[in-house]
Every structure is written in C-alpha cells, then in structure tokens.
C-alpha cells in the first residue's frame, strides 16, 4: 500500500509539473479586452501593433483575417479571431463561441478592416458549429466553423484563404499570425492600431509538450516558438496562423492557447493543426 501512494502522489508531482493554459477565455482576457479596444477606437488615436512584437497591419494584409466582436449570452462582449475561407464559412477556436461558464449569443465578423469596432464588412451571425469532440478542459479540437447568412464580395480587402493538403506538420517552416490582440502582457490599447501580425517558427509537438504536457498537446495541436517577445496575444483568438508564399496563403493553424503567465515570456503557443481538420470543413463548407 506505500507503494502505492508513493506512485500516486509521484504522478500527481508529475501533472502538476506541466504549465497551465487558461480557464475561461472571455472571463480572463476577452471581455476585459473588448472593453480597452473600444475605448481605443472611441479615441481614434491609432500608431502602434498588436501582436506582442509584431508590425502594424495595412489594410489589405492578410485579407483572410477577420475579427469577432463577441456578444455574450448576458450581453457583455468580448473579441476573438477568424479567418474567411469561402464566401460564406468563416473558421474560429470552438473556445470562442463557448468556455466553461461563458457562452456566445452571436458573432459579429468584421472583414476587410484594421478596426474592430468600427468599419469594414460587418455581419451578424449565431450559426457558429464548434467540432463535437471539443474539449473546453484542455482545449484539443478547438474548431468551430462559422455560417454567414450572406455572402461577402471579395475585394483587395477581402478574400478567402485555402485549406493546407496532405498532413504536412511543417516542423520548421516560418508562418504568420494576424489577429486584433494585445502587444504585450502589460500594453495599454490605446495609441495602438489594431490589426497586426507577427513571423513564428513552427515547433515539434515533443517540445510543446515539455511545456504543456501531452493531455493538452495532441497529434491534432501545432505550437511555435515564441522567442524575443514575439507571439499572439489575448484577444488573437481563434485567428490564423497562415504560411504564405507571394500571394498565396495556407491555413495551418487556428490560434488557441498561450500561457497563462503570458504572451511575452517565452513559452510557446498552441493552435489547432487544420490539417487534422480538413475532413471536417470540407464537410461544411
């Protein structure tokens, strides 16, 4: 029997050795960062990035990008990320539309804009189908694909993103996030432009693993390294990870979670590996 409980209590020393990713989204990071891009955008005082130790966005990069204004089923919002892959479906984070004890009533997609709260194609939707193996403990298949009721025009702003082919896992290759989050742990919101992105460098799950562990870090999860204070943010959630080549653009992550002592520390960040979710998004779109 004491060995036993010598056994248990070294796996329990061992689980807990693996770093946390967040609890609630929109309770931790959502809600409080609509409340400071709003105010930016009031103050329409617009000159820094986004993305912690990223460049500023022009209208016109990355035209697949697409913010979430996020209403609340108790009307408080919060903002996330997505990206446009038909004229009509959109694909986000499944933690997005749902986390723990706080659910989405419906989403606002803003195309076509480096604003969030103002400008660009703006729809209404609460058709949004978030994969039904996700798991808001540990966030695995953290997908959910969204229904426009209308088509979007595509434009120098605006234009779809192709889905990846194959099962690639990229382990080295550079990709870019785009999203609408904070710069840094500690930015304020205002005197920044809010649309921007960042270069990382795609990591084998082996070493995301030494960080998170595999019950977070599974075959269907990609993570970058995220050196020099270079990473997505809150507030990028459920936006791309996108290698590009010219004009071209491939979907081959979708932003889910970082650390929870934050975004500059080096620590590397989760997305979900779209090319283990091809099947199902063809299958919606």
Known sequence: MKLILVAIAALAVAAQAFEPIMQNY??????????RIK?????????????????????????????????LTDNRQSV???SLLTSTR?????HC????????????????????????????????????????????NDIAII?????????????????PVGSDQYVGVWAVAAGFGRTSDTSQITNQQFKSHVNLQIITNAVCQRTYGSST??????????????????GDSGGPLAII??????????????????????HPAGFARVTSFTSWINQRL
């Open 26 to 35: 929109h309770e931790e990071f959502g809600i409080a960062m609509a409340a």
């Open 245 to 266: 080549s010219g004009n071209n653009a491939v979907l081959a992550g979708v932003t889910s979670f970082g650390h929870t002592s934050g975004c500059t520390r080096g």
């Open 147 to 163: 229904r426009l009721p209308r088509a979007v025009a595509f434009s120098n702003h605006i234009r779809a993103i192709s889905l």
């Open 217 to 234: 870090v599974a075959a269907s999860t990609l993570c970058v390294a995220t050196p020099n204070g270079q990473s997505t943010c809150p």
């Open 39 to 71: 105010a930016a955008e009031e103050a329409m005082d617009f000159d820094g990035s986004r993305i912690a130790g990223g460049s500023p966005s022009a209208l016109g990069d990355h035209p697949h990008v697409g913010g979430l204004v996020i209403t």
């Open 80 to 82: 996330c990320g997505s």
């Open 90 to 94: 959109s694909l986000t984070a499944a």
């Open 97 to 140: 539309w749902r986390h723990r004890t706080t659910q989405a009533r419906f989403f606002t997609v803003v195309l076509g804009s480096t604003r969030l709260f103002s400008g660009g194609e703006r729809i209404d939707t609460s058709d949004v189908e978030p994969h039904a193996s996700y798991n808001q403990n540990n966030l695995r």
